[in-house]
């Protein structure tokens, strides 16, 4: 069965810098693009970046645009987010999540605060 | 950037009523908009894919239509296990954005 999980979540303060990781099993994790989605407390649901299946291309929310970096390993089928510069407005759980277009599968989060 | 909005916000039903939710986008997405559905503290679950294809798995309750600006979900008849909150997205063109959901609960 399809599985992702997160890690690498925590508190961290403003300015600094985490990586996230989300490992994947069950399924070709080279044969799909991989997106972030993220959901700050008690609000809604903001799509982060999708990167595809091969790596070649990446796309990022104007909101995180040039702060945040989405990765892949292919060969351990992992995924990163590299989030720098972050902001108190970053706090959120981040899901990893498959698909082309619909996100079919999602993890169960990782929360990470920005605080000082 | 494409913008998604949903009506009602929020809304209050009863056990065994017929539940529509309106997505609208901001521009053209043809049919590349999808549901989902959020209960509290967990991850998000694919519901409807393309406008109205239903995701494997998903009752036959559930019901997508529409296309180009205007969407609906619907819920034929409202089951105790449907209280929760309903996005919509468009995966037309990055980025991928949500709608900023529509909460269901019970009257």
């Known amino acids: 069965q399809v599985q992702l999980v997160e890690s690498g979540g925590g508190v961290v303060q403003p300015g600094r810098s985490l990586r996230l990781s989300c490992a994947a099993s069950?399924?070709?994790?080279?044969?799909?693009?991989m997106h972030w989605v993220r959901q700050a407390p008690g609000k809604g649901l903001e799509w982060v970046a999708v990167?595809?299946?091969?790596?070649?291309?990446?796309y990022y929310a104007d909101s995180v645009k040039g702060r945040f970096t989405i990765s892949r390993d292919n060969s351990k089928n992992t995924l990163f987010l590299q989030m720098n510069s972050l902001r108190a407005e970053d706090t959120a759980v981040f899901f990893c999540?498959?698909?082309?277009?619909?996100?079919?599968?999602w993890g169960q989060g990782t929360l990470v605060t920005v605080s000082s | 950037d494409i913008q998604m909005t949903q009506s009602p916000s929020s809304l209050s039903a009863s056990v065994g009523d017929r539940v529509t939710i309106t997505c609208r986008a901001s521009?053209?997405?043809?049919?590349?908009l999808n549901w989902y559905q959020q209960k509290p503290g967990k991850a998000p679950k694919l519901l409807i894919y393309?406008?109205?294809s239903l995701q494997s798995g998903v009752p036959s309750k559930f019901s997508g239509s529409g296309s180009g600006t205007d969407f609906t979900l619907t819920i034929s008849s409202l089951q105790p296990e449907d209280f929760a909150t309903y996005y919509c997205?468009?995966?037309?063109?990055?980025?991928?954005?949500f709608g900023p959901g529509t909460k269901v609960d019970i009257k």
């Open positions: 990167i595809s299946y091969d790596g070649s291309k990446k």
């Open positions: 997205q468009q995966s037309y063109s990055t980025p991928f954005t």
């Open positions: 069950g399924f070709t994790f080279s044969s799909y693009a």
């Open positions: 393309g406008a109205s």
């Open positions: 521009q053209s997405i043809s049919s590349y």
């Open positions: 999540a498959r698909g082309i277009g619909e996100i079919d599968y």
